[in-house]
C-alpha cells in the first residue's frame, strides 16, 4: 500500500481526507492501483494546510459536511467519495463545497483509479515565494516586483500576483499599467473555473513574466476559489510564483501563504516597525512555517539586522541598505532589479537561486 505522508518535497500528492478506517483502505488500495502515494487528514484542521497545494482532494463523504462547515476554499479538482449508501447524504454538500464530482464505491472504482492515475503537475511544479511587510509601506510589493523580474532573468517562467487589494499596485510597479490582459474582477467572475494554459495567456505579459494584479477602478477582494484557481494553473504553467500578499489575511491570501513553499517578510530597521513585525509574524507562521525575515534600512536608531531578525524570533534571509537609484526607477516605470545591479538584485538573486535549488533537491528525494 502507499505510504500515508505528510512530507512535502517533490511533487505533491493527492490529498484523501477522511476518518472511515473502510473508505480510507479502499481509497489507498485505488491510489495504489493508479500508481501513487497520497497525502491523508483525517479531518479538515489537519487537510487545511495542505488543502490548496495538493493535485486533486478526494473528500470522504464522512467528513463532508466538516468540510462546509470548517470553510475550506472553494478549489478545482475536488471529489466526495464514499460507500454506497453513505455517499447519498454528501449530494446534499457537494454544490456548496465546489466539489466537481461524488463518487460512489464500489461502482467508482475504475473512475477513481483514473483520477488519481492522471497527471495533474509536472515532475517539478511551480515553487511559491510569499512576501509580506512586517508593517505598511515596508516594501513588500518592490521586494515582489523585483523577484519576478529576477526569476526571469535567471531563466524561470514567472507569475507575479497581486494580493494586496488596497495596495499600490504591482502594474505601477512594473510599470505595465498600460499592458493588456486580464485583471483579478474578471477572474473572479470565473467562480474559480478556468483552462489553466488559456488563464496564463489571457494575463498581462511580456516574454517569460505574467502579472495577476487588480483592476484600477475597482476594489474588489480576491475570492479565494479564484486564488486557488490561479495558484492551481501556475503550478502547472510556470517555474516560479512570487504572491504580494496584505498584511490583513483574507481567505486569498491565506490560500497563498499554505500553498508557499517560503515566505519572506521585509522589515524596516526600526523599533516599532519590528513590534508590529512580531505579530504579523505569529498570523503567518499559522499557515506557512518557512518564514524568514528581510530586513531594510536605513537604520535610525542603530538596530542591526540580526538583532531584528531575533527580536521577531525569525531567520535572517537578508538585509538592504537604502538604493535612490531603485526609487528613481520606479517613478519612471521602470522595474526594480531589472538592471541586475545593486543590492536588492542581489538579494532576489540568491532568495531565487535558494527557491529554485530547494525544488531541484526535492525532486532528486
Known amino acids: 500500500m502507499p505510504a500515508r505522508t505528510s512530507v512535502r518535497s517533490g511533487p505533491r500528492l493527492p490529498l484523501v481526507v477522511t476518518a472511515d478506517p473502510d473508505l480510507l483502505d479502499d481509497l489507498l488500495r485505488l491510489a495504489a492501483a493508479g500508481g501513487t502515494e497520497v497525502d491523508v487528514a483525517p479531518d479538515p484542521v489537519a487537510a487545511r494546510s495542505r488543502f490548496a497545494a495538493a493535485p486533486l482532494v478526494m473528500i470522504g463523504a464522512d467528513q463532508a459536511t466538516a468540510c462546509l462547515r470548517a470553510r475550506l476554499p472553494r478549489r478545482p479538482r475536488v471529489v466526495i467519495v464514499g460507500h454506497t449508501p453513505v455517499i447519498e447524504a454528501a449530494w446534499d454538500v457537494a454544490a456548496s463545497l465546489g466539489a466537481e464530482h461524488v463518487a460512489a464505491l464500489p461502482t467508482a472504482e475504475p473512475w477513481v483509479v483514473d483520477s ?68 483579478w474582477p474578471a477572474l473572479a467572475g470565473a467562480g474559480g473555473r478556468v483552462n ?127 538604493e535612490a537609484a531603485v526609487c528613481q526607477a520606479l517613478e519612471k516605470g521602470d522595474a526594480p532589479a531589472a538592471d541586475g545591479r545593486g543590492p536588492l538584485a542581489e538579494l532576489c538573486k540568491r532568495l531565487i537561486r535558494q527557491l529554485t535549488e530547494d525544488d531541484r533537491a526535492g525532486v532528486a528525494a
Open 116 to 183: 488519481f492515475a492522471e497527471r495533474t503537475e509536472p515532475t517539478a511544479p511551480g515553487r511559491v515565494l510569499a512576501v509580506i511587510g512586517g508593517r505598511g509601506g515596508a516594501g513588500a510589493s518592490i521586494l515582489a516586483g523585483a523577484l519576478a523580474v529576477t526569476a526571469v532573468g535567471s531563466g524561470h517562467r514567472t507569475l507575479l500576483v497581486d494580493a494586496d487589494p488596497v495596495g499600490g499596485g504591482l502594474d505601477l510597479v512594473l510599470g505595465w499599467e498600460g499592458v493588456d490582459g486580464l485583471r
Open 196 to 322: 489553466p494554459p488559456a488563464l496564463l495567456k489571457a494575463l498581462p505579459h511580456r516574454g517569460d513574466l505574467v502579472l495577476l494584479s487588480f483592476a484600477r477602478d475597482e476594489v474588489l477582494p480576491v475570492p479565494g476559489e479564484a486564488m486557488a484557481a490561479t495558484l492551481d494553473a501556475a503550478r502547472r504553467g510556470r517555474d516560479v510564483i512570487i504572491a504580494d500578499l496584505p498584511r490583513r489575511l483574507d481567505d486569498a491570501a491565506t490560500l497563498a501563504l499554505e500553498a508557499a513553499d517560503q515566505a519572506i517578510m521585509i522589515v524596516p530597521a526600526e523599533l516599532r516597525a519590528t513590534a508590529a513585525a512580531s505579530r504579523i509574524a505569529a498570523m503567518v507562521r499559522m499557515h506557512c512555517e518557512n518564514l524568514a525575515v528581510v530586513v531594510r534600512g536605513p537604520a535610525p536608531g542603530k538596530l542591526r539586522a540580526r538583532e531584528v531578525a531575533r527580536s521577531i524570533g525569525l531567520p535572517l534571509a537578508g538585509s538592504l541598505r537604502p
